[in-house]
């Protein structure tokens, strides 16, 4: 009897030893570094189980053993669901930390930048070509509808759904903006508040000068003052579809569109692109100016004027420039396929 119980405690010590070094060795192989050479980006489908989550990474070569994966995930003391997404893997990371990764949800964050002053049809195609979204676009979307900004999305992400970020963005920050609105604006509501930003932002490239052109188009609405901008024009021979790449012609100037405010007294109809934050605020909140009139200084800015007297001195002076300017790149040898005589360009008429 004694000799029996002998060999059961010694198969039981021999099962715990081999348990033990097995548990030792499955422990290693999980801390273990990984294949992976370089940080990888891994996308792991919609309803992907384990084994086809293993074939995926093993295929990215993140792991080495298929079935490795799937034995971590079983004996995972704490499981989590993974989600479905764009993970990044560092190099040489462990089937452990791999593991955590991926139960982590914290899948990777893509950017599109949309610029400030573009146009709806403009930023319409740049989401349509934005790789990792998916759907067509098939939202109503307007001209100043969209934020300019920076927007963060995952892959799979729709278009659609962008889209409708973009637009609550900027249905939030016009709402901020005219809750905020100096006293006394001639504006009647919010969307003219949209529609002066968005000239505004076609006007200056310049955050110092946008508070400035906001106040000339506030003082010549106050006046009932034509608006005389290039921009709205151009808005109107275009409809902000296509590039316009030359100078105003007269016959644009005496054109029926109502974005001419050459010919139509107040604000055109519409916005003319979508202006950015600072826009917004500067048509909301104008500079305490009396100008009426402001013209390119020749360097980068504007020229700003109370009496038309000092403005037709602006408007030499930048004809002057201009004129210089013509004449030294006359002076120079053309650069190979480009004209010798470059056409000069038509001083701003505010």
Avoid at 14 to 34: Q, R, S, W
Avoid at 123 to 149: F, N, Q, S, W, Y
Wanted: aromatic content about 6%.
């Amino acid at each position: 009897m004694l000799s029996y119980f002998r060999w059961v405690l010694f198969f039981i010590a021999l099962f715990a030893t081999l348990m033990g070094g097995a548990l030792y060795i499955g422990h290693t192989l999980l801390v273990a570094e990984g294949p992976l050479q370089a940080t990888k980006t891994v996308v792991i489908p919609r309803g992907a189980g384990p084994a086809t989550m293993a074939k995926v990474l093993q295929e990215e070569g993140v792991i080495a053993h298929a079935r490795l994966f799937r034995i971590a995930l079983m004996i995972d003391p704490a499981p989590k669901p993974i989600k479905a997404g764009e993970y990044e893997i560092p190099a040489r990371t462990s089937m452990e930390a791999l593991v955590d990764i991926l139960q982590s949800g914290k899948v990777v964050q893509r950017r599109l930048t949309v610029p400030e002053g573009v146009t709806t049809a403009e930023v319409l195609e740049l989401v349509r070509k934005t790789e990792a979204l998916t759907g067509e676009i098939t939202l109503d979307v307007k001209e100043g509808d969209l934020l300019p900004e920076t927007y963060f999305y995952s892959r799979d992400d729709t278009r659609d759904g962008l889209l409708s970020r973009m637009k609550e963005a900027m249905e939030k920050t016009l709402d901020a903006a005219w809750r905020k609105r100096a006293p006394g604006l001639p504006l009647a509501n919010r969307r003219e508040a949209l529609v002066l930003a968005s000239i505004v932002e076609k006007e200056t490239a310049l955050p110092a000068e946008r508070a400035r052109v906001a106040a000339v188009y506030i003082n010549r609405l106050r006046r009932r003052m034509k608006l005389e901008s290039d921009p709205t024009t151009i808005y109107g021979l275009t409809g902000g579809k296509t590039p316009f790449n030359r100078e105003l012609t007269r016959a644009d100037l005496q054109s029926t569109s109502p974005y001419n405010t050459y010919v139509v007294t107040g604000l055109p109809p519409g916005p003319i692109c979508n202006p950015g934050r600072a826009s917004i605020v500067a048509a909301t909140n104008p500079a305490r100016d009396r100008s009426i009139y402001f013209v390119a200084d020749g360097q980068g800015g504007h020229a700003f004027a109370l009496t038309l007297p000092e403005h037709n001195r602006n408007v030499a002076r930048w004809r002057e420039i201009q004129r210089e300017r013509l004449e030294q790149s006359q002076s120079q040898p053309p650069t190979p396929g480009q004209p010798a005589s470059p056409p000069a360009a038509v001083p701003s008429r505010q």
